[in-house]
């Protein structure tokens, strides 16, 4: 991908998607420059990727092609106000991160500037993301495609329609931390039934992993492979039962609407 990336929030998110364009030489140190507030991560970022920062948000929006805001939703207005006045001989592609702020929001943040709005996820950072887009009514073709590009070299995307963006946040952008929940928990229902924690640990993480590679390369549906596993009798059937019975399933299902309308709440702010 051409150009210089700007990253406007290099916290979590934004250390995510940096070390992995780097890591796929997708951008060299030097096409880099992130902004934030936070002279700590400013320096952290520095030292493990060897790029530039600042603490001016108005200096990564001149240096940049493409700009990606990754700060909180609640600082939104304060990162727009930075958008004010600047004048650029070529409109930069901004792509949003941030849960919640609408096109319409950014797109009055930058008057006249193409606009995507991206759900990705903390997985991005191994190169196993899974990012939903939404475009803008200003961008064209080339901006999907910068955007498309972007977000495959960190994992799959897929575009959506934006409304649906909240139910990605709540599904792909929450579901790493309900996926290390189940990982962490099966792993302590192994120590409780005497496994040592890091055998316990190994077990949970490769059964994980191995299930859904299982299940993606050869798209047999889940509830196939969950019948595979349950021998009439046997153990698995004794475990489901247990899950049933405490409401695994609705647990879930209600996670990802109570993530999704919050998602819908943050927007509204
Ligand atoms: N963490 C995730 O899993 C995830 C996934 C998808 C989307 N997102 C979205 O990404 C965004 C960032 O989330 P995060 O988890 O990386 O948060 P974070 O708090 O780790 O990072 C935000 C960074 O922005 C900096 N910052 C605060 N105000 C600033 C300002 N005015 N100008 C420049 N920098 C500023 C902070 O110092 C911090 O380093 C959020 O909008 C979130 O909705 C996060």
New binding site residues.
């Given amino acids: 991908m051409p150009g210089k990336l700007g990253i ?9 998607l940096l070390s992995c364009l780097l890591s796929k030489r997708m951008y060299t140190p030097d096409a880099i420059l992130v ?4 002279h700590e ?1 400013r320096q952290l970022l520095i030292e493990q990727y060897d790029i530039r920062t600042t603490h001016s ?1 108005r200096e990564v929006i001149e240096h940049s092609d493409v700009i990606v ?5 609640q ?1 939104f207005d ?2 727009a106000r ?1 958008f004010s006045g600047i004048v650029v001989s070529e409109s930069p592609l901004v792509i949003s ?5 609408s096109i319409v929001r950014l797109e009055q943040a930058v008057p006249g500037w193409p606009v995507i709005r991206a ?4 997985p991005a950072t191994v190169g196993c993301g899974m990012t939903a887009i939404a475009i803008g009514s200003r961008a064209i073709a080339e901006h999907v495609e910068i955007a498309q590009q972007l977000f495959s070299t960190v994992g799959e995307v897929v575009q959506v329609a934006e409304p649906l963006l909240d139910g990605v ?1 709540g599904l792909s ?2 579901g ?2 309900y996926v290390a929940i189940v990982i962490e928990a099966l792993a302590d229902g192994g120590v409780a039934s005497g496994l040592s924690r890091t055998t316990a640990n190994r077990l949970a993480l490769q059964t994980v992993l191995g299930t859904a590679q299982l299940l993606q390369k050869t798209g047999m549906h889940p509830a196939v492979l969950k019948d595979r596993v349950t021998s009439p009798g046997g153990t698995t059937i004794s475990g489901i039962a247990c899950l049933e019975e405490l409401g695994l399933r609705s647990a879930l299902i209600e996670a990802v609407r109570a993530a999704s309308s919050r998602s819908r709440e ?1 927007g509204n702010q």
């Avoid at 805001?69 to 939703?73: E, N, Q, R």
């Fill in positions: 406007i929030g290099g916290g979590v998110m934004g250390e995510a902004s934030d507030l936070s991560r948000n805001l990754a700060t909180k939703p600082v304060s990162v930075d991160i941030l849960a919640g702020v759900m990705p996820n903390t946040t952008g929450s790493p931390a943050l």
